[in-house]
């Protein structure tokens, strides 16, 4: 005890023993004014998209599990660039990397797809956040660029708390990080990177700075507990329902023009003048359970058996 104690504080060794088994779910919905426009929003199982955001999430070889999202910047209108259309190829070519097997780390991910798609000719910039869990021993890793990002959220049912939260990564306020195809860009390399021991129950939150603007840690983990009560199967359908009430509230409050929210308490911070409501703005939610695999069952012959072994 007095060993594993001060170890289990450092993140050296977890506490948690066998296979984890993950389920995922996503959703995005474009700004308002692009709706008008005739924008809607594509949600798939492994991939979707709303505006200039995209996501991705794939299962690769040896029992790893991808995920992405990427927020165009939508300024390259002005000029006749579709950044949303260099989202999707960034977070298309990462999640293409991992489940043909080429790499599973996502800083090398990112790296991948940065330069697959600045080769490809298409032009555009993005932040980027890619997920990465290793189910067999429990380990998280994700390489953040920009202002999109993750949170970790642990405990009981109705007892949750956020264990982490990734931060942003500005040049200045409004600036995030960003890949992009122009010399002037972020790299890859850039990326904050994390590595975190899972524990049996955790919920991985991934958001665009949509979310992140619109909602607090209190409120993000309020949907996440109404929407996975004590009890509750926690397969893909339950993580589609918790994404999708996530993105509503958050969508909701982004439309409240005297709410006070994470971008209204920065900005009035930053221009020393009082702002309050919600940042319209593109959305795109992932949702994450990370639970135990169901332990394999065996016979009175298998243990027979095996004993003789």
């Not at 067999?136 to 949750?160: K, Q, T, W």
Request: aromatic share 6%; net charge negative.
């Amino acid at each position: 005890e007095d060993l594993l104690s001060p170890l289990w504080v450092e993140g050296q060794i977890r506490k948690e023993r066998g296979e984890f088994a993950c389920a995922v779910a996503g959703a995005a919905v474009p700004h308002m004014d692009k709706m008008k426009e005739g924008a809607r929003a594509v949600m798939r199982r492994t991939h979707g998209h709303g505006g200039e955001d995209a996501y991705f999430s794939v299962r690769g070889p040896d029992n790893v599990i991808g995920m992405g999202i990427a927020d165009g910047v939508y300024l390259w209108r002005w000029q006749g660039i579709d950044a949303g259309e260099y989202s999707r190829a960034l977070m298309s070519s990462a999640a293409d990397a991992l489940s043909s097997g080429i790499m599973n780390r996502p800083t090398a991910m990112l790296e991948h797809a940065h330069k697959a798609v600045t080769k490809a000719g298409v032009k555009g910039s993005s932040t980027a956040c890619v997920v990465v869990i290793e189910t067999v021993h429990g380990l998280l890793y994700c390489a953040n660029v920009g202002d999109s990002g993750f949170m970790l959220i642990r405990g009981a049912p109705g007892e949750r708390y956020c264990a982490h939260r990734s931060p942003p990564q500005e040049h200045d306020f409004g600036c995030p990080f960003q890949l992009g195809h122009h010399e002037a860009s972020d790299k890859a390399t850039d990326a904050m990177m994390t590595k975190l021991y899972l524990e049996h129950g955790d919920i991985v939150v991934l958001g665009s700075d949509g979310l992140w603007d619109n909602l607090s840690e209190i409120e993000i983990i309020e949907s996440i507990e109404s929407s996975v009560p004590i009890n509750a199967a926690h397969g893909e359908r339950a993580m589609d329902v918790a994404a999708r009430n996530l993105l509503t509230t958050a969508y909701e409050v982004s439309m409240d023009k005297s709410r006070s929210t994470p971008y209204s308490l920065s900005a009035t911070e930053h221009f020393d003048m009082v702002y309050s409501g919600g940042k319209q703005d593109d959305i795109s939610v992932l949702v994450c359970y990370a639970g135990a695999a169901p332990t394999p069952a065996y016979n009175d012959l298998s243990h027979a058996a095996a004993r003789q072994a």
